[in-house]
């Protein structure tokens, strides 16, 4: 009889299209592991919504892996040092020949796995790894210098020039092995353990219901956004009263859904093509590729996980520090309607639309030039999406510190991006229920009256004067 094979599941959190575990399945019986790790938890910033999400992924995963006669095996463990022992003492207690795991690219997690791979290697044990996250591994996608893109537009043209079948097709599913002699773990409900600790901080709920856990809730969020959203996803993807874009980053991120399944999706309903065809899935396309060229530049620019600027110089800049400042955008109380409401939005949901996470990071790094890493670390405590690399590319975009950045003299006037992208104010009154009696176009901007009337708090900065701070703080880099 063939081997046992152990696979590890950590950013994948599904059966279908999942690269390790097809691999692993062709070589013998599977066994499924999770290790749930406090300190990758901590190291990320995690807050409830994305703890409480994943937990529930696995529970699903369980569900989907017992369909295949597939056990998954639990280990609750501090820190990523406890990792290569909890796999190697699973291992070798089910007999297990072969790890298995798709690779996962932020840098504590890079040096966790290498750790696992010695430790592994040292024991006799076999192990594979697999590119499935994105399309390419970092590295395989290099400028004609052979360095890693730092613009978006080479990396998408040349993901585009070189993406074909080998990244492309979906990874067979295993059929329904012969039940094996060994149980699946319990897993532990998150009520059971220090929430306290695991779970920093707490918002006032966890949003459980907007955002069912598993690959099927993933695919059906999937086929909804396809059948009904996503030819028109070119018009409507940067106005945030519409619901206009997929809302899958969740599954994205967690894996409950894979790059690969959302490709094939955008093909079949676009006579085979990814960048031409429909504007509305070409576009879509797109945003897909922004996530990998994230990815890229996490792997390629390491610095960007030890909390520092993809520019260097902009290490130099002299932020603000003002916790009143910072409370005030936090608990969406600027005075900006727009600003508000997505921040409102963002606690209240664990999510903010696109469009409002550039209006709202640009806003605390340029209008009140506070540090932008307070900023990425607050939308990590609440995202029920917080992914590393594509938070901290957004807030370097944001606060022109990173690659490919918004140039530092692009400031976004808050009043004037929402009244184009807002333009009757229904997002506005949608989040901020004191203002919605008042005209749309009070909302934009409540007069002094209507502000003191409603509660509504006066504008915490004035947008030229704040523009100017911070045309001057950058220019002062030299
Ligand atoms: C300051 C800031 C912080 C962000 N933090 C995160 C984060 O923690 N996690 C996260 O997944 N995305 C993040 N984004 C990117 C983007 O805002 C979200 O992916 C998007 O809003 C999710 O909604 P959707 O699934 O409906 O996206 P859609 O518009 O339907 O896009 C499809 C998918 O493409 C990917 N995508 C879309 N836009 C981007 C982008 N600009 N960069 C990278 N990937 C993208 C996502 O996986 C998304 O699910 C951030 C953007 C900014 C400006």
């Given at each position: 009889?063939?081997?046992?094979q152990l696979v590890?599941?950590?950013?994948?959190?599904?059966?279908?299209?999942h690269?390790a575990l097809s691999a692993a399945a062709m070589k013998g019986p599977v066994v499924g592991?999770?290790?749930?790790?406090?300190?990758?938890?901590?190291?990320?910033?995690?807050?409830?919504?994305?703890?409480?999400?994943?937990?529930?992924?696995?529970?699903?995963?369980?569900?989907?892996?017992?369909?295949?006669?597939?056990?998954?095996?639990?280990?609750?463990?501090?820190?990523?040092?406890?990792?290569?022992?909890?796999?190697?003492?699973?291992?070798?207690?089910?007999?297990?020949?072969a790890l298995h795991?798709?690779?996962?690219?932020?840098?504590?997690?890079?040096?966790?796995?290498?750790?696992?791979?010695?430790?592994?290697?040292?024991?006799?044990?076999?192990?594979f790894?697999?590119?499935?996250?994105?399309?390419?591994?970092?590295?395989?996608?290099?400028?004609?210098?052979?360095?890693?893109?730092?613009?978006?537009?080479?990396?998408?043209?040349?993901?585009?020039?070189?993406?074909?079948?080998?990244?492309?097709?979906?990874?067979?599913?295993p059929?329904?092995?012969?039940?094996?002699?060994?149980?699946?773990?319990?897993?532990?409900?998150?009520?059971?353990?220090?929430?306290?600790?695991?779970?920093?901080?707490?918002?006032?709920?966890?949003?459980?219901?907007?955002?069912?856990?598993?690959?099927?809730?993933?695919?059906?969020?999937?086929?909804?956004?396809?059948?009904?959203?996503?030819?028109?996803?070119?018009?409507?993807?940067?106005?945030?009263?519409?619901?206009?874009?997929?809302?899958?980053?969740?599954?994205?991120?967690?894996?409950?859904?894979?790059?690969?399944?959302?490709?094939?999706?955008?093909?079949?309903?676009?006579?085979?093509?990814?960048?031409?065809?429909?504007?509305?899935?070409?576009?879509?396309?797109?945003?897909?590729?922004?996530?990998?060229?994230?990815?890229?530049?996490?792997?390629?620019?390491?610095?960007?996980?030890?909390?520092?600027?993809?520019?260097?110089?902009?290490?130099?800049?002299?932020?603000?520090?003002?916790?009143?400042?910072?409370?005030?955008?936090?608990?969406?109380?600027?005075?900006?309607?727009?600003?508000?409401?997505?921040?409102?939005?963002?606690?209240?949901?664990?999510?903010?639309?696109?469009?409002?996470?550039?209006?709202?990071?640009?806003?605390?790094?340029?209008?009140?030039?506070?540090?932008?890493?307070?900023?990425?670390?607050?939308?990590?405590?609440?995202?029920?999406?917080?992914?590393?690399?594509?938070?901290?590319?957004?807030?370097?975009?944001?606060?022109?510190?990173?690659?490919?950045?918004?140039?530092?003299?692009?400031?976004?006037?808050?009043?004037?991006?929402?009244?184009?992208?807002?333009?009757?104010?229904?997002?506005?009154?949608?989040?901020?229920?004191?203002?919605?009696?008042?005209?749309?176009?009070?909302?934009?901007?409540?007069?002094?009256?209507?502000?003191?009337?409603?509660?509504?708090?006066?504008?915490?900065?004035?947008?030229?004067?704040?523009?100017?701070?911070?045309?001057?703080?950058?220019?002062?880099?030299?």
């Amino acid at each position: 009889m063939s081997a046992t094979q152990l696979v590890w599941f950590r950013n994948d959190l599904r059966t279908l299209d999942h690269t390790a575990l097809s691999a692993a399945a062709m070589k013998g019986p599977v066994v499924g592991i999770y290790l749930a790790c406090r300190q990758q938890w901590r190291s990320h910033g995690h807050g409830a919504n994305k703890i409480s999400f994943l937990h529930r992924g696995v529970i699903a995963l369980a569900e989907e892996l017992k369909a295949l006669n597939i056990p998954l095996l639990y280990r609750d463990i501090d820190d990523f040092d406890a990792a290569p022992g909890t796999l190697l003492e699973a291992a070798r207690r089910i007999d297990a020949q072969a790890l298995h795991f798709n690779r996962e690219y932020p840098l504590d997690e890079q040096r966790r796995d290498e750790r696992v791979t010695d430790e592994f290697t040292q024991a006799g044990l076999a192990l594979f790894d697999y590119t499935d996250h994105i399309a390419f591994e970092p590295g395989e996608l290099l400028t004609g210098q052979n360095e890693y893109y730092k613009v978006f537009t080479p990396f998408s043209r040349a993901w585009h020039q070189r993406v074909g079948a080998d990244q492309l097709a979906l990874r067979d599913t295993p059929r329904r092995q012969a039940r094996l002699d060994i149980a699946s773990d319990r897993i532990p409900a998150l009520a059971e353990r220090d929430r306290s600790d695991i779970v920093p901080p707490q918002p006032s709920k966890i949003q459980e219901a907007p955002w069912p856990a598993g690959q099927e809730a993933a695919a059906d969020r999937l086929a909804d956004f396809l059948r009904q959203r996503a030819r028109r996803y070119n018009d409507d993807r940067d106005f945030p009263a519409i619901a206009g874009t997929s809302e899958l980053s969740a599954y994205l991120a967690t894996g409950m859904i894979s790059h690969r399944q959302c490709l094939q999706a955008v093909m079949a309903n676009n006579g085979g093509h990814l960048a031409d065809g429909d504007a509305g899935l070409a576009s879509w396309t797109n945003e897909l590729v922004w996530r990998e060229f994230y990815q890229h530049i996490a792997v390629g620019f390491p610095r960007v996980c030890r909390h520092r600027p993809f520019k260097l110089e902009t290490d130099k800049l002299n932020w603000r520090h003002s916790d009143k400042d910072f409370a005030a955008w936090c608990e969406g109380r600027t005075g900006f309607p727009l600003v508000d409401a997505a921040m409102r939005q963002l606690v209240a949901t664990g999510w903010m639309h696109n469009r409002l996470r550039m209006v709202t990071a640009m806003f605390l790094s340029k209008h009140l030039l506070l540090d932008w890493r307070r900023g990425e670390a607050f939308f990590m405590e609440h995202l029920v999406d917080g992914d590393f690399a594509s938070n901290n590319g957004g807030w370097q975009w944001a606060a022109s510190t990173g690659t490919d950045a918004s140039p530092y003299f692009r400031i976004f006037n808050p009043t004037t991006q929402s009244r184009r992208f807002d333009p009757e104010a229904t997002f506005i009154a949608q989040w901020l229920p004191e203002l919605a009696d008042l005209p749309a176009k009070n909302r934009h901007e409540p007069s002094a009256e209507q502000r003191h009337k409603t509660g509504y708090p006066p504008a915490i900065v004035d947008h030229k004067f704040a523009r100017e701070r911070a045309l001057e703080a950058f220019k002062n880099l030299g």
